[in-house]
């Protein structure tokens, strides 16, 4: 028994009234190791409790969990901070000047820390929702006290501040209705058949297995165009996470149709006008 004491008396470190014991760390570790146990029973607890119960959302429960943990190891740090010796309350009086200049410059930091609890608990977005951010669509895959974490189509993670989804302009496509309209515009050289033209991009919208048929299938004239007769044929589908592809496959349709039909594509053209140096322009020129 007097072997246990004095190893757990043993000094690591030393330095003026500042000691450091073997008794110290293991109060350390034996803090921690319980805040993880805890925060796990209460994870479990939560997950039983909503499959039971079904009154909480998936999205507050990851909320709670985040909080959870943040709130449990920062009273641990405390602890752990006491056991070893340091007075927490003369260290934040000590330094009470740098947190305000600290403060200062972390007024970023805050809002996009009081963006993420905006988020986690009923926020616009949540995690696995599909969204539009930037020109940007992808799906949010976590979403923490300071930043979030968005997948691309292209498996590219982007690491995006709360405070940018919160205050910017952001696309849900998931709290939408599963229907969604969206368009393909195609252009047509000037003197081509515009009824020709309207009946070929909507046989192609209708006959694609993607578009929806309970909806119609509408094609707007939208403008005499500098170069081009200007057409968008809409149309309603559900697949907004691959419709850029089926968009690109409807391009395809449509140039096959218009070759088949002798329709012609245009390409910018523009006029350009000589004159001869010292030489005035002619009426007739």
């Not at 920062?74 to 309350?89: D, H, K, R, S, V």
């Not at 515009?185 to 993607?210: E, F, R």
């Amino acid at each position: 028994m007097e072997e246990l004491i004095s190893i757990l008396e043993f000094e690591i470190f030393s330095y003026k009234k500042f000691s450091l014991t073997v008794f110290n760390l293991g109060v350390v570790a034996a803090t921690y190791v319980l805040t993880w146990f805890f925060l796990k029973l209460f994870r479990l607890f939560i997950n039983r409790s909503i499959k039971r119960r079904s009154w909480m959302e998936r999205s507050t429960l990851y909320a709670l969990e985040k909080l959870a943990a943040y709130f449990a190891y920062t009273i641990a740090t405390a602890i752990a901070l006491e056991a070893i010796g340091i007075n927490l309350t003369i260290v934040l009086a000590g330094s009470a000047a740098l947190l305000v200049g600290v403060g200062l410059g972390i007024q970023q930091i805050f809002n996009d820390f009081t963006s993420g609890l905006i988020l986690l608990f009923g926020g616009t977005v949540k995690v696995n929702d599909i969204v539009e951010f930037n020109n940007t669509v992808g799906r949010i895959i976590e979403i923490d006290f300071r930043t979030s974490k968005i997948k691309t189509r292209d498996g590219i993670t982007i690491i995006v501040p709360n405070s940018k989804l919160v205050s910017d302009n952001v696309i849900n496509w998931t709290t939408m209705d599963d229907l969604t309209r969206f368009h393909v515009s195609a252009g047509v050289a000037y003197g081509s058949d515009t009824h020709l033209v309207k009946n070929i991009i909507t046989d192609v919208a209708k006959n694609h297995p993607a578009v929806d048929q309970t909806l119609p299938v509408k094609v707007q004239f939208k403008d005499f165009g500098d170069s081009s007769l200007d057409f968008a044929v809409f149309f309603w589908a559900r697949n907004s996470w691959e419709i850029e592809f089926v968009k690109s496959e409807m391009r395809f349709q449509i140039d096959e149709e218009f070759r088949k039909n002798k329709v012609k594509i245009p390409f910018p053209q523009r006029d350009v006008h000589l004159f001869s140096e010292g030489k005035p322009e002619s009426p007739d020129s």
